[in-house]
């Protein structure tokens, strides 16, 4: 089967792909994710409409020369963006040819987790983790200090590494409360210090609520160690 990416983009026959999940928005923003990659878009009505355009039997081109006919000037450069964006995140795929690209796309790793909680939970017991960090820094006078032995750095290692993969770990619980998939797990070495690191990306899905619920419980999780560590320690 010739490869279609070689062929200039005005050539190429594209279509939607098979493996799209949508979100209406009330400000009709039409959320995608392409399930596959996980891959996500976020379209405005003219691109909704531009996005429909691609039926599988008509060239970019043709699309394009058809635009031209309904509308007075469409913005060219904005038309070759999204297009290019869209075959890029899989979103717009070679007509008839998204078979072959499945069989040769590793599934993606999953986390499943047996409950989760949403939106109102989230704000309690975030709340609670704030409140009882604040409440441990007032109470047992708790005091910034500097590790100056190499077993206080390692300590303080293993506690921002399970800090941060704690963080990631409730956040899922969060996705799994929205009914969204949760990424991962995966040991992750971009902040030097390895911790577990779970992908929250398809909180997107979710909304507005749920990325706010995500954001909010990995932001209470410090002081959740906080209250801990001060408990222990006393």
């Not at 081109?61 to 297009?83: A, G, I, M, T, W």
């Not at 100056?148 to 996705?175: D, K, N, P, Q, R």
């Not at 929250?200 to 619920?213: L, S, V, Y």
Request: glycine share 8%; aromatic share 8%; proline share 5%.
């Amino acid at each position: 089967m010739p490869d279609d990416t070689q062929n200039p983009l005005n050539e190429r026959v594209l279509q939607r792909s098979k493996h799209l999940e949508s979100r209406d928005m009330p400000d009709g923003i039409q959320l995608l994710k392409q399930a596959q990659l996980a891959n996500y878009l976020a379209l405005s009505k003219e691109q909704q409409a531009l996005f429909s355009e691609f039926d599988g039997e008509r060239n970019v081109q043709q699309v394009l020369h058809e635009l031209l006919q309904k509308q007075e000037r469409p913005n060219l450069r904005s038309f070759y963006d999204f297009v290019v964006t869209a075959v890029e995140r899989g979103f717009l795929v070679p007509a008839r040819d998204e078979e072959t690209q499945d069989a040769e796309s590793a599934p993606l790793r999953t986390l499943s987790l047996p409950f989760g909680w949403g939106y109102d939970e989230t704000i309690i017991l975030s709340g609670i983790m704030i409140a009882g960090g604040i409440f441990s820094i007032c109470f047992y006078r708790v005091e910034p200090a500097i590790p100056l032995t190499a077993g206080e750095w390692l300590l303080a290692l293993i506690v921002i590494s399970v800090g941060m993969s704690l963080s990631g770990v409730l956040s899922g619980f969060v996705l799994k409360g929205f009914s969204r998939v949760v990424y991962g797990p995966s040991i992750n070495l971009k902040r030097v210090i390895p911790y577990v690191a779970v992908d929250t990306r398809d909180g997107f899905m979710g909304g507005r609520k749920c990325e706010i619920a995500t954001a909010l419980q990995a932001s209470a999780t410090p002081f959740l160690i906080i209250a801990s560590g001060a408990a222990l320690h006393n």
